[in-house]
């Protein structure tokens, strides 16, 4: 499995790992609703910590899509919820 | 992993899906996206010598901040040298408020740094994949014959696309808080500029300047006027000399008055005593 994390690039991470990542993916899906900054930012670093440190780096050079995309670790709430609101325009160039 | 930022990858699919069937020829899709792929390139270049600007930028003002302070606490010393430790303990005070602005701008130049970096970097890993895919492209368009082509057309374009989705936010990204801290360190220039700051430090630092050198220039005065006072002290001696010597000189040659006024004390006490002796 293919991890992007913006603006730092892709890793694989073992299927094995998606039971503990779906766990944190949880947490940060409840802070976005409750519109938690910190326990965002705390689920966010957490998480992108696992995923640097389990996974491996995708060569540069590969041209691989994603099946995951993690934001930046210093994302806000409202960064958050526009990437995932943003359905027309912007995150691809057409 | 189906949860919450699965949909973003969602979306990224979704937008290169678009893109592709909006292309009849997709021989077309490759020389197109890789035309968009090298101005990207060019924009995250830019973005890299942006961000570098506002850096320097700060480091700028940080030097200037650091230099005010350097003159708050040789004002200090000098305070204290004169004994006033009201101006030292002022000057001390504005230097911890500069200390704190201080403080702030090497925040802001951490974190331009940060961006900086992740430009830097965003810009090898997207020129690594440029150029693998225009490899990719090349080797599609020749041997293009069948549905085989295009599932690999899809798979470079939506591999590509997705590094370039997330380049444009970091470009975004980078470009929104350089214009941040270009605002800030504008509106710091600009009261260095109007002197506003230097009323913040500067005036109060030349105030504190002022009073000091008012006080040397007290003290100058003071060692002057003792200075003139001795040598009137040591010129005492010669001075009434001349007095000494006029006074001597007019016993010597008396002047005609005195002379006169001697003679006419003279005469009458020697006219009574006359007539009576006659």
């Known amino acids: 499995m293919i991890v992007r994390i913006l603006s730092e690039g892709q890793w694989v991470v073992d299927e094995d790992a998606l039971p503990e990542l779906n766990e944190i993916d949880s947490a940060l899906e409840t802070a976005v609703a409750n519109g938690d900054q910190q326990a965002l930012t705390d689920a966010l670093a957490t998480l992108l910590e696992r995923v640097r440190t389990i996974g491996e780096p ?31 325009g912007g995150l691809v160039p057409d | 992993m189906a949860g919450f930022f699965s949909r973003l990858a969602l979306i990224f699919r979704s937008k290169a899906d678009k893109a592709l069937d909006r292309v009849e020829d997709p021989r077309q899709t490759l020389d197109y996206s890789y035309q968009r792929q090298l101005e990207l390139l060019q924009k995250v270049r830019r973005g890299v010598a942006d961000v570098a600007t506002s850096r320097k930028r700060v480091e700028l003002q940080a030097q200037q901040m650091q230099s005010e302070m350097q003159k708050l606490t040789l004002s200090a010393q000098r305070a204290l040298e004169a004994g006033r430790e009201d101006l030292a303990r002022e000057a001390l005070t504005r230097k911890s408020g500069l200390q704190a602005q201080l403080g702030d701008l090497q925040t802001q130049h ?14 090898t890993r997207l020129q690594a994949k440029v150029d693998a895919f225009r490899t990719r492209k090349e080797t599609i ?7 085989e082509a295009q599932t690999r057309i899809n798979e470079a374009f939506t591999g590509i696309s997705e590094e370039m989705g997330d380049v444009g936010l970091a470009i975004q990204r980078a470009e929104d808080k350089t214009l941040q801290m270009q605002a800030r360190a504008s509106a ?10 230097e009323d913040a430090t500067g005036t109060y630092k030349d105030d504190i300047t002022r009073e000091l050198d008012s006080l040397a220039s007290d003290a100058a005065v003071e060692n002057e006027l003792a200075a003139m006072k001795s040598q009137l002290a040591v010129g005492s001696g010669p001075a009434p000399t001349p007095a000494l010597s006029s006074s001597s000189s007019t016993e010597a040659s008396p002047q005609p008055g005195v002379a006169e006024a001697s003679q006419e004390s003279a005469q009458p006490q020697a006219a009574p005593q006359s007539p009576e002796d006659q």
């Open chain 2, 188 to 197: 710091v220039d600009e009261l260095l500029a109007s002197g506003a700051l």
């Open chain 2, 110 to 123: 951490a974190t331009l740094q940060g961006e900086e970096e992740k430009l830097v970097r965003a810009s």
């Open chain 2, 141 to 147: 368009k020749a041997t293009y014959s069948a549905a």
């Open chain 1, 58 to 88: 995708v060569p540069d050079d590969m041209l691989a899509e994603s099946d995951l995309i993690l934001p930046e670790g210093d994302a806000s709430l409202d960064e958050v919820r526009a990437l995932l609101a943003d359905n027309s």
